[in-house]
């Protein structure tokens, strides 16, 4: 499955102004930027409809924190469980 990329609510506003100000289609603009027509389209009437919420995003704050403190459990974990088994190994060895 390939990962999903994300673009920076700057990189869709200048997208979109491009899209604006050249005499080129939107198929056109999205292929030079490398990006798929659909999703530059998607973007230009989001920001059509409210400039000023548009690209915002989807999670708040507190979710971000919450994924950020879940990946760093995974992380002290996994150092614990290495720990452990090393503990384990050098007991036994010196027996």
Known sequence: MAKRTKYSAE?????VELVKRSDVSTSQVARELGIDGNMLSRWRREHERDHSTAFQGQG????????????????VRKERDFLKDAAAFFAKESK
């Not at 919450?66 to 992380?75: F, I, P, T």
Request: net charge neutral.
């Open 60 to 75: 708040s704050p507190r979710d971000e924190e919450v994924a950020e403190l879940r990946r760093e459990l995974a992380r």
């Open 11 to 15: 990189f869709k506003r200048e997208a």
